[in-house]
């Protein structure tokens, strides 16, 4: 991860806190189109979604979905074709000390392998605005102060990824964007980044985390926005998107009035229901194939098929963000934006720039 928003847009210190800022991230029918004609890569297409304080929200979507793009639109780093990418209601070049407001890590760390992990954020802090003393107050907040005057050349990528964070951390942003910071970490370097994370939220600040793997975040995040080929395909809560992926059984009677008559004594949850001559095929929600098997037998009612699917929350993400036509690993899996449950949905709006 390198730090974005220190080198080319801070403003001279000016004391005092932060911009006044509600904290909130707002993409609003976001587009990036690079190059034209023929060979037009469509980035980020009519993106909408926000970011709430006081949480950590999960920007998932497979490899060339469009995360970092839209990030750098956040951070002012690549201008929008069109839409709106704010922060508190600004755009990243109206705030006026945007270190202050957005703290961001992108891509790959750039450190001056030569440099102490105290210099590095010494020759940030007078551009952010802040004190030397705070390369110390921040250089602890991660848990590198017993490493602070080692040269950066040696550390490994998780000491580097907590320097990253740290030097986000400079002006005391309430909103953290960060690309793929759980990247090359060991599983102690993700549980303490968890924490880490968890309590910037606890905070009250925005914290927006990009990944291509939802099982990496998924002990994070409270939120979930999830991307595919520009386009948002879900945002909900997290529990919302677990409910999509619910235990089901397909079960076909030929004796569609018995299973009728089954499935309603039981109290079972349909998810659909579908008929042909005298035979019925139910889809059960959160109920087990066995269980279904046991009711029928002593029910006495014929079966021709009893099939259980299990669906992971990976699954629903892998099945969420498929290309249409993929062969997908889940593929009794709820459709894209299908909801078998109350969970709140997002479609991708169709339309837009092509
Ligand atoms: N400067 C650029 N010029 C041309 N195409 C670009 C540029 N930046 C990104 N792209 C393309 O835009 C698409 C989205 O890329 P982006 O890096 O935003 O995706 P991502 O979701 O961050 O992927 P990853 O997880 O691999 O980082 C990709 O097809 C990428 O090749």
Avoid at 195 to 200: M, N, P, S, Y
Wanted: glycine share 12%; aromatic share 4%.
């Amino acid at each position: 991860m390198s730090q974005a928003p220190p080198t080319t847009h801070d403003r001279p210190p000016a004391g005092g806190r932060a911009d006044a800022t509600d904290g909130v991230v707002r993409v609003e029918h976001l587009t990036k189109t690079f190059g034209a004609g023929a060979g037009a890569v469509h980035a980020v297409e009519d993106l909408s979604f926000e970011v709430r304080p006081g949480r950590v929200t999960g920007f998932l979507g497979p490899n060339g979905a469009g995360k970092t793009t839209t990030l750098r639109m956040l951070l002012g780093l690549v201008a929008p074709t069109s839409g709106t990418a704010t922060v508190g209601g600004l755009r990243y070049d109206q705030l006026e000390r945007p270190a202050h407001v957005v703290g961001a890590a992108l891509e790959a760390a750039s450190f001056h392998p030569g440099r102490t992990a105290r210099d590095h954020l010494r020759v940030y802090a007078p551009q952010v605005g802040v004190p030397d003393s705070r390369a110390d107050e921040v250089l602890a907040l991660v848990g590198l102060s017993e490493v602070a005057k080692r040269r950066v050349g040696g550390f490994s990528l998780g000491m580097r990824q907590r320097l990253a964070l740290a030097t986000t951390l400079l002006g005391d942003p309430p909103v953290l964007l960060l690309d793929e910071p759980a990247n090359g970490l060991d599983p102690e370097g993700i549980a303490w980044l968890r924490g880490f994370l968890r309590a910037l939220a606890r905070e009250g600040r925005t914290v927006l985390v990009s990944s291509h793997v939802l099982s990496e975040v998924e002990q994070t995040v409270d939120d979930v926005v999830i991307i595919a080929r520009g386009r948002l395909v879900h945002a909900s809560s997290l529990p919302d998107l677990a409910r999509l992926a619910r235990s089901r059984v397909s079960v076909v009677s030929p004796d569609g009035t018995a299973l009728d008559a089954l499935v309603a004594a039981q109290g079972w949850t349909v998810g659909s229901t579908s008929r042909d001559g005298d035979a019925t095929a139910y889809e059960l929600l959160d109920v087990a194939a066995p269980q279904v098997g046991a009711a029928a037998f002593a029910g006495r009612v014929e079966l021709h098929r009893l099939t259980g699917h299990d669906v992971g929350l990976e699954d629903l993400f892998l099945q969420l963000t498929a290309a249409p036509g993929d062969a997908s690993p889940a593929q009794d899996a709820p459709p894209a934006g299908a909801s078998y449950g109350d969970a709140p949905t997002t479609h991708a709006p169709q339309g837009g720039e092509r």
